[in-house]
Antibody, heavy 131, light 107 residues
């Protein structure tokens, strides 16, 4: 069973950099037999909806939400089976629960449709931006 | 960005009821639509992927349909553990976007 676990500071000062790490256990961080995995960060402000931040592939290729692109970096350490998020110049608007998640992409087959979904999630970690 | 709109925003129902939640995309997304259930204080859990495919381990009282821009999730007979917030999400193109959620609570 794949498990993801976020870690990092729960309090960050305004204008500083938010850094989180997600450790992956119970499965490959490279790929599966019939699926590709993109390692993602998603956040949720209190009482609000979910916002995709971005993801990284085993090749190191990244894709970021344009709304955050100028401030976000996602990196991958395959040897340690973990990936990380850096968000610079944070403000109170960045206060949220941050989730790491696996985005599974499979091409499908004769009877199975292609799939692209967030199939495993970490428990989430609350990051508060405050002085 | 593709906007996802869910309706209703909230719904009150009773155990045993049949309920249907809807999700509309601002442009056609084929069948790249997923449904998640989120309990308070917990991470979202994948229920349905590819618009209608039940994720392994999800009870069969959950079903979903749709393609293009209009999608729906049906719970055939509500159980106490089903009262939660449900999100739809499109993976047709990045940025991957979520609906605002439908909160299902007990009447």
């Amino acid at each position: 069973q794949v498990q993801l676990q976020e870690s990092g500071p729960g309090l960050v000062k305004p204008s500083q950099t938010l850094s989180l790490t997600c450790a992956v256990s119970g499965g490959s961080i490279i790929s599966g037999s019939s699926s590709s995995y993109y390692w993602s960060w998603i956040r949720q402000p209190a009482g609000k909806g979910l916002e995709w931040i971005g993801h990284i592939y085993k090749s190191g290729d990244t894709n970021y939400n344009p709304s955050l692109k100028s401030r976000v970096t996602i990196s991958l350490d395959t040897s340690r089976k973990q990936f990380s998020l850096r968000l610079t110049s944070v403000t109170a608007a960045d206060t949220a629960v941050y989730y790491c998640a696996r985005h599974r992409v499979s091409l499908g087959g004769l009877v199975t449709p292609p799939a692209r979904c967030f199939d495993y999630w970490g428990q989430g970690t609350l990051v508060t931006v405050s002085s | 960005d593709i906007q996802m709109t869910q309706s209703p925003s909230s719904l009150s129902a009773s155990v045993g009821d049949r309920v249907t939640l809807t999700c509309r995309a601002s442009q056609a997304i084929s069948s790249f639509l997923n449904w998640y259930q989120q309990m308070p204080g917990k991470a979202p859990k994948l229920l349905i992927h590819s618009a209608s495919i039940l994720e392994s381990g999800v009870p069969s009282r959950f079903s979903a349909t749709g393609s293009g821009t209009d999608f729906s999730l049906t719970i055939s007979s509500l159980q106490p553990e089903d009262f939660a917030t449900y999100y739809c999400q499109q993976s047709y193109s990045a940025p991957h976007t979520f609906g605002q959620g439908t909160k299902l609570d007990i009447k």
